[in-house]
């Protein structure tokens, strides 16, 4: 009687997963395969938005840097460095120049002259992954040789707030009047 018991047994084990069993387990791993996938989109908008505004924050200090450590030149003088938006994802490196007889006559409308009539030459273009919501308000800024004054539009002393969207995630990159990057 006991031999009868244990092969029942066995013969009951063979036979695997009820279905219930089966899904339950295909819903469980659904959701976890769900569930997953929106935390691994989360972080590649939050890696994209880091990455946009490591970037932005890159050039603009190079504009600053250059602009810092030009070296005087007697037939051009470079009046400054800057970086604007040509559209809402691309930023650009400039740099303007005045030549001695424009320099000599006054410094600062000559190279105010150049800044207005898009007279710049371009260092570098970067594409960023996000877009700057700042981009359509004119939100250029210029750091002035020698002495790297910031200017935002023509305007000194006025800080810039350039905001970097993706998937409705926002990243700010801060530059205020003294030109510290945040």
Request: hydrophobic fraction near 40%; aromatic fraction near 10%; include cysteine.
């Amino acid at each position: 009687m006991q031999r009868k018991k244990t092969e029942k047994t066995k013969k009951k084990n063979l036979q695997g997963f009820t279905l219930i069993e089966l899904l339950l387990s295909m819903a469980i791993i659904s959701i976890l395969t769900g569930a997953s996938l929106v935390v691994a989109r989360f972080a590649d908008t939050q890696k994209n938005l880091t990455l946009s505004a490591n970037q932005l924050r890159a050039l603009i200090r190079s504009a600053q840097t250059y602009a810092l450590a030009v070296p005087f030149s007697s037939e051009e003088h470079i009046c400054g460095f800057g970086v604007y938006f040509t559209n809402e994802n691309t930023a650009q490196l400039f740099y303007t120049k005045a030549t001695d007889s424009e320099f000599n006559l006054d410094a600062t409308t000559a190279c105010d002259a150049h800044l207005e009539a898009d007279g710049f030459n371009l260092l570098e273009k970067v594409v960023l992954s996000a877009n700057s919501s700042s981009w359509g308000e004119d939100q250029d800024i210029f750091f002035r040789v020698p002495y790297g004054r910031v200017y935002s539009n023509g305007v000194h002393d006025r800080g810039i707030i350039y905001s970097l969207t993706s998937n409705e995630a926002t990243k700010t990159v801060v530059i205020n009047r003294a030109g510290k990057v945040e």
